[in-house]
């Protein structure tokens, strides 16, 4: 059977078995979403593919830790993107300097044919992107700092020289309203 | 009334930090309480499942870019190679696969680092950990201790670690390996023969662990004559009879 045809649950049994085959479409479904985050997070194109690639290769050689009932294989797989650019940020010397540079970055998408599966993941993004423009700008700052800046509250209450307690209460009142704006979609994601 | 509290009900401890949990941004002390709050807590734990989605959907919200095609290319070499190694551990055949398209520039700036065994064909182009004899595949050295041998380009997995291996006929070889990191606990590298018309790796009591600053230097035994190629895996304590893990040195004499 053609993998392109399988779910991505059953990919991974595939995958655990060796099927390389397998790894190749889930790569293909999930790998832009996963350089995207990447660079969202490291900022750097070079820094973006080091943790791509070490992430998929660490899926595919622990593709037996997959766990269905913990959610989709797309969110255990930006989990480990999310995880490792993490770690790649908190090691790298333009930490600081990054940030300065999330400004300005242009959604690319080639010119070639898009599958549908493509367009519904651009519509999903949009969706996202839209539901984080309603949040009030000090929600967004606080959670766009603790999980694409890797920032713990801690750090994020120093850096805005605000209390802990008030920055936790930002977080947790921007990802309700986050819940609330997305809908179905979070529904969907698990 | 707070969001951590509903009405006539008792705070449930820890419900602050919901937010900063799920978002992964919780001090490391304070994580831990959360943590053991949360193995005890059924009202905490449903707080965290509300708010979980969210942050899982939150990777989303990166402006969507393609991945570079070369990177693609770069992945499913390593993979498809450790596919091939692992099916020769088990018996089986080699997949007999069009070679992968070249892309222009595709070395770029990322020819500095690799993580993973790369594909035959790339080894001349890429800064893989060690290398002496691209291109012919091997050829005589003289950097080989005096003994005599042949110098054979190693494949490492490890990014920043290099080797290289002497291979002296009969005599055997050996193994000059650095950076290399140490094996899990209570496990070790062992070295594996794959012999000619037998795609079964053939196990050796050749056993190491690197010392504190990543060498080490391995006597390859048996008669390396009828030897295709020599694998390095991790492995319990002791040794295997098999390869149990994907190996991460590969030596093509």
């Given at each position: 059977m053609d993998p392109r045809s399988i779910a991505d649950e059953d990919l991974m049994q595939r995958l655990r078995d060796g099927d390389d085959d397998a790894f190749e479409v889930v790569y293909e479904r999930h790998g832009t979403a996963a350089f995207s985050l990447a660079y969202r997070?490291?900022?750097?194109?070079?820094?973006?593919?080091?943790?791509?690639?070490?992430?998929?290769?660490?899926?595919?050689?622990?593709?037996?830790?997959?766990?269905?009932?913990?959610?989709?294989?797309r969110t255990w797989v930006l989990g480990i993107v999310h995880h490792r650019a993490i770690d790649n940020l908190r090691r790298s010397a333009v930490h600081s300097k990054r940030r300065a540079s999330d400004e300005g970055i242009e959604e690319r998408f080639a010119s070639k044919d898009r599958t549908d599966v493509e367009v519904a993941r651009r519509g999903e993004a949009e969706q996202v992107r839209r539901a984080l423009d309603t949040l009030p700008a000090d929600q967004l700052r606080v959670v766009e700092l603790a999980y694409f800046g890797g920032f713990s509250h801690s750090e994020i209450a120093t850096m805005l020289e605000t209390?802990?307690?008030t920055i936790k209460g930002r977080m947790r009142l921007g990802l309700e309203k986050l819940r609330h704006q997305l809908g179905g979609l979070v529904e969907v994601t698990r | 009334?707070?969001?951590?509290?509903?009405?006539?009900?008792?705070?449930?401890?820890h419900a602050e930090n919901v937010g900063a949990w799920v978002l992964g941004a919780l001090d490391e002390e304070t994580a831990k309480d959360f943590a053991a709050e949360l193995e005890r807590s059924p009202q905490l734990r449903a707080?965290?499942?509300?708010?979980?989605?969210?942050?899982?959907?939150?990777?989303?919200?990166?402006?969507?870019?393609d991945a570079p095609s070369a990177l693609r290319d770069?992945?499913?070499?390593?993979?498809?190679?450790?596919?091939?190694?692992?099916?020769?551990?088990?018996?089986e055949p080699r997949r007999a696969r069009p070679e992968p398209e070249v892309t222009p520039g595709a070395s770029g700036s990322r020819s500095r680092r690799f993580l993973g065994l790369r594909p035959w064909t790339a080894i001349g182009f890429a800064c893989l950990a060690l290398v002496v004899g691209i291109g012919a595949g091997f050829?005589?050295?003289?950097?080989?201790?005096?003994?005599?041998?042949?110098?054979v380009s190693v494949k490492i997995a490890f990014v920043g670690a290099t080797g290289k291996m002497v291979d002296r006929g009969r005599e055997g070889g050996r193994?000059?390996?650095?950076?290399?990191?140490?094996p899990d606990k209570d496990h070790v590298y062992q070295v594996w023969l794959i012999r000619a018309g037998n795609p079964k790796p053939v196990p050796t009591d050749a056993l190491f662990t690197p010392?504190?600053?990543g060498h080490s230097t391995v006597n390859v035994p048996g008669d390396l004559r009828d030897v295709d190629q020599v694998l390095v895996s991790e492995e319990p304590a002791g040794g295997s009879q098999q390869p149990t893990t994907t190996p991460v040195i590969s030596a093509t004499i």
């Amino acid at each position: 059977m053609d993998p392109r045809s399988i779910a991505d649950e059953d990919l991974m049994q595939r995958l655990r078995d060796g099927d390389d085959d397998a790894f190749e479409v889930v790569y293909e479904r999930h790998g832009t979403a996963a350089f995207s985050l990447a660079y969202r997070i490291v900022g750097t194109r070079s820094a973006a593919e080091d943790v791509v690639q070490e992430a998929f290769l660490s899926l595919w050689r622990s593709g037996a830790r997959y766990d269905a009932t913990r959610g989709s294989v797309r969110t255990w797989v930006l989990g480990i993107v999310h995880h490792r650019a993490i770690d790649n940020l908190r090691r790298s010397a333009v930490h600081s300097k990054r940030r300065a540079s999330d400004e300005g970055i242009e959604e690319r998408f080639a010119s070639k044919d898009r599958t549908d599966v493509e367009v519904a993941r651009r519509g999903e993004a949009e969706q996202v992107r839209r539901a984080l423009d309603t949040l009030p700008a000090d929600q967004l700052r606080v959670v766009e700092l603790a999980y694409f800046g890797g920032f713990s509250h801690s750090e994020i209450a120093t850096m805005l020289e605000t209390p802990v307690g008030t920055i936790k209460g930002r977080m947790r009142l921007g990802l309700e309203k986050l819940r609330h704006q997305l809908g179905g979609l979070v529904e969907v994601t698990r | 009334m707070t969001d951590t509290q509903r009405p006539g009900s008792d705070p449930i401890p820890h419900a602050e930090n919901v937010g900063a949990w799920v978002l992964g941004a919780l001090d490391e002390e304070t994580a831990k309480d959360f943590a053991a709050e949360l193995e005890r807590s059924p009202q905490l734990r449903a707080q965290v499942a509300h708010l979980q989605p969210v942050v899982d959907a939150l990777p989303m919200g990166a402006p969507q870019m393609d991945a570079p095609s070369a990177l693609r290319d770069r992945i499913m070499a390593t993979v498809r190679e450790e596919a091939d190694l692992q099916r020769a551990a088990n018996g089986e055949p080699r997949r007999a696969r069009p070679e992968p398209e070249v892309t222009p520039g595709a070395s770029g700036s990322r020819s500095r680092r690799f993580l993973g065994l790369r594909p035959w064909t790339a080894i001349g182009f890429a800064c893989l950990a060690l290398v002496v004899g691209i291109g012919a595949g091997f050829a005589l050295s003289t950097d080989d201790g005096g003994l005599g041998g042949k110098t054979v380009s190693v494949k490492i997995a490890f990014v920043g670690a290099t080797g290289k291996m002497v291979d002296r006929g009969r005599e055997g070889g050996r193994l000059e390996l650095t950076g290399i990191p140490n094996p899990d606990k209570d496990h070790v590298y062992q070295v594996w023969l794959i012999r000619a018309g037998n795609p079964k790796p053939v196990p050796t009591d050749a056993l190491f662990t690197p010392n504190g600053q990543g060498h080490s230097t391995v006597n390859v035994p048996g008669d390396l004559r009828d030897v295709d190629q020599v694998l390095v895996s991790e492995e319990p304590a002791g040794g295997s009879q098999q390869p149990t893990t994907t190996p991460v040195i590969s030596a093509t004499i």
